[in-house]
């Protein structure tokens, strides 16, 4: 069922979030807004302690455990605030008053967490990377640290971890907020993960944390009940009302994934898209990518210009075709194309094509 | 344009949370998912930072302004986390460590709000009351508090604040989650109020936090940043990204409240809403409402019945006619009719028809 937009010409977003939403979860949110199952609510209408929507839920972190292949010592958390907001509540849930975390820094958002954690804790820079992954050995885990951060994939910058390495029993702490649910993840090598949801799981105001059942019950006494994680996992989430239609919508999605043919598939055509581009950049002798070949992200391909007048008549030559948001994150300028789980395959090729036609053109008139 | 749910029967549904949307308010969500103003987006995709949403939040603030009459040295704040985490996130952001603040108690929820204060500040209860707002000149704030903090609809008992007291200059603070918008608001009378979205003003996940300029600037260290007044409001609530539908769907609830004609006529509608249920309860010899007429909800109306059995009954006998949701708080028990905004008075008058002809049934048998 490719229920088409409404619109009569095609764009592509490329968006970096809100991300796009595949037409066919468009198409049930529309039906479920309308009416819920027959229930004579609309899906906005439904009450949270209802029987409907506490389906809804327990659906959505079933089939979120299924496929993350989650083991069950790990916990599911529906929350609010965004991954900026948990920088610092993960902190306050995991370390006591004195404790130290280690952080490894890689970019722009890793940079984030640290400074929000700085607000509630002694941080441990345990590596420090400029457009690469510092190698795993040069890596240095403060004694005693309560866990170690990183940041999967830096969206900003364009650079991912293909790889973590084992940190001799300190638990591994993971924003995932670009790339949960873009791949499988071993949750063997983590403590927690956390991700906001407007990249692959919805829409923004719910941010999903998980976490290993042993690093729970320190939250700090000062932390707001609906932050505190030992608590929630009690109530199910539900320590106030959830963030209900983003968890509607992120059981849509997951129901998406699970037609795509799991996380194994979805990284296969993810691997596709990402490789479509960055061929077209290596082939080009135009655009440049800053980051090393086996750093480079499979979710957001950022690359440059020769020149800042060249970027923005790239940007505009591409409105005009229907591609749009692809102008590169504020603190590094430049091209970003996101190819969240959404964006399809023929949207890529389309952007592929404009690339290679660009690059000719401009090579010509140099 | 009235547009009807897609459902063959008629349901009314009196649900305290999350509440009633407008039939055309759903039709035009319906509308913007499909392609936001002619962008060929879906309003689930358009970019936090991109003029789209941009104009979609400044115009909610204009609107939300208008609405309340809202004087310009007010500051509003679209977050997240719920009523429930600003119970915390209040205190924290406005006193200083060891700062005290005054709290009235009339019921369920401002009794959360006193025990979730309670984890970051000294509080002092000024006045509490059993099923009735105690006396003005019975109020004790203490010295020096930095605020005095009231719940101005306890949703879960029936009760309601229709006037408020002068407290010499100590700021007062409201949990409005229950009744703002649901009519007119003399913000003179008032320091900082908060509100959920999830009854008046659209979906679960938005926090609408309006504060006095000369509050601002206290928040503790460890405050995280999406949730620190201050920074918020010189980021104009952007810290990270925000919950962005519902923004949008308050922004479609606010030009909806405007069709209406503005909070006084909200009003007026609201309590022919509940005078009509407060009649019947009256003039029944059967149902009792424990609330003093003075201190009656116009948004929750709580009543009991003889026994439980007689309460099962009727929640049953109402399902059978569509009329659903109208089971008391698991705090208090019996009755709850919730008419928030969008309760449309045909459905009150549904409701007051059932009850009288449940009445006069029972006590035949009697």
């Known amino acids: 069922m490719q229920v088409p937009h409404s619109n009569p010409f095609q764009i592509r977003s490329f968006a970096s979030g809100p991300a796009a939403i595949p037409a066919e979860v468009l198409a049930e949110v529309r ?7 027959g229930s004579g609510l609309s899906i906005l209408e439904l009450p949270f302690a209802g029987a409907e929507f506490t389906e809804i839920q327990d659906e959505a972190e079933t089939d979120l455990r299924l496929l ?51 607000r509630v804790c002694a941080v441990h820079i345990a590596a420090r990377g400029q457009r690469a992954i510092p190698p795993f050995d040069t890596w240095r885990v403060a004694n005693g640290a309560g866990y170690c951060h990183i940041t999967t994939n830096e969206a900003a910058d364009g650079l991912q971890f293909h790889d973590v390495p084992e940190l001799n029993g ?13 791949r499988p993840v071993d949750f063997a ?28 019950g320190h939250a700090r006494p000062g932390t707001p009940a609906p932050f505190d994680y030992a608590l929630q996992v009690k109530e199910r989430s539900r320590v106030n009302t959830p963030p209900m239609f983003a968890i509607y919508l992120m059981g849509r999605m997951l129901k ?12 296969e055509r993810n691997l596709r898209k990402s490789s479509r581009l960055y061929d077209a950049i290596e082939s080009s002798e135009f655009y ?12 957001n391909v950022c690359f440059r210009l020769p020149t800042a007048s060249l970027t923005t008549e790239f940007l505009e030559a591409a409105r ?13 300028g430049g091209i970003r194309a996101s190819l969240y789980n959404a964006v399809p395959e023929e ?9 290679d036609e660009f690059a000719r053109a401009c090579r010509k008139r140099v």
Request: glycine residues 8%; charged residues 15%; hydrophobic residues 50%.
């Open 68 to 118: 993350l292949g989650l083991p069950p010592h790990f916990r599911v958390l529906f929350l609010q605030g965004g991954a900026s907001a948990h920088f610092s509540l993960v902190p306050l849930n995991l370390l006591s008053e004195g404790d130290v975390a280690s952080y490894v820094e890689t970019g722009y958002w890793s940079a984030r967490a640290v400074s929000q954690a700085r």
């Open 288 to 299: 440049v990518c800053p980051i090393p070949r086996r750093d480079r992200s499979n979710v």
């Open 31 to 37: 039906r479920d807004l309308a009416d819920w199952s």
């Open 189 to 216: 090598r983590y403590g927690l993960v956390y991700a906001s949801a407007q990249k692959n799981l919805g829409t923004a105001g719910l941010t999903v944390v998980i976490v290993r059942d042993d690093l729970l």
């Open 256 to 267: 998406w994934l699970q037609r795509l043919g799991g996380l194994a598939a979805v990284a």
């Open 320 to 332: 005009s075709r229907g591609l749009l948001h692809l102008s590169g994150h504020h603190s590094v």
């Open 347 to 355: 949207a890529v090729e389309l952007l592929a094509g404009f690339m």
């Open 170 to 182: 300190v638990p591994l702490v993971a924003d995932m907020t670009a790339d949960l649910l873009t």
